[in-house]
């Protein structure tokens, strides 16, 4: 069984650019959540869509958004880069209600 | 969700067990604990999850003290692929978990 795959693995931006990351997660898995890492912050999370409906939100500005195509599929975009959002982008399926998360190997993601 | 407490660093020799522990005082009824792990450079891996009893799976065991306020978790033959960093989590049993700072363990020969 696959697991959850993350794409792009690294990427290099500049300032003010945007990005797109795409996540694909476990088949049958209807959960996907995202979470970013950083030296300072650690672990922390941004959002979590079930059946293409965002059901909760971190603490992040509203330059991070996601969404969830019918196929479970997600993507998360974040515009106007800054030098903060250098980070690694995890994300993380599960069957839906459960914090039995399997994450990917995440994007690492450097602004420039 | 509750706040835990986890020892910054520790140290096990390879093949004996390793035992980490979390405090999680303010525990809610309705949270589970949940372990996961770490290692350098990939994303966070499931360990093992309970509510009251103490839970057993091919990877390791988890004891829940009676009251719930801490919680251990055992590797039973510690091996050089168990260094990592262990966040010991507290949470509903949904998606939005809160990672702390985490146990480094480092398991030398």
């Known amino acids: 069984k696959a697991g959850v795959t993350q794409t792009p693995r690294y990427l290099i931006k500049t300032r003010g650019q945007q990005v797109t990351l795409s996540c694909s997660p476990i088949?049958?898995?209807?959960?996907v959540s995202w979470y970013q890492q950083t030296p300072g912050q650690g672990l922390q999370f941004l959002f979590e869509?079930?059946?293409?409906?965002?059901?909760n939100k971190g603490n992040f500005p509203g330059r991070f958004s996601g969404r969830q195509f019918s196929n479970s599929r997600s993507e998360m975009n974040v515009s106007t880069l800054e030098l903060g959002d250098s980070a690694l982008y995890l994300c993380?399926?599960?069957?839906?209600?459960?914090?039995?998360?399997?994450f990917g190997e995440g994007s690492r993601l450097t602004v420039l | 969700d509750a706040k835990t407490t986890q020892p910054t660093s520790m140290d096990c020799a390879e093949g004996r067990a390793a035992n980490l522990p979390c405090n999680h005082s303010?525990?809610?009824?309705?949270?589970?604990v949940y372990w996961y792990r770490q290692i350098h450079s990939q994303g966070p891996q499931y360990i093992i999850h309970?509510?009251?009893n103490n839970e057993t799976n091919e990877m390791a065991s988890l004891i829940i003290t009676e009251d719930r306020k801490s919680s251990t978790l055992i590797l039973p033959h510690a091996t050089l692929r168990d260094t990592a960093v262990y966040y010991c989590?507290?949470?509903?049993?949904?998606?939005?978990?809160?990672f702390g700072a985490g146990t480094t363990v480092t398991v030398r020969a």
């Open positions: 088949s049958g898995h209807r959960s």
């Open positions: 869509y079930f059946s293409e409906t965002q059901r």
């Open positions: 993380a399926s599960s069957w839906g209600g459960s914090g039995e998360l399997f």
């Open positions: 303010t525990i809610s009824g309705n949270e589970y």
């Open positions: 989590i507290v949470a509903p049993n949904d998606y939005k978990l809160s």
């Open positions: 309970g509510l009251k």
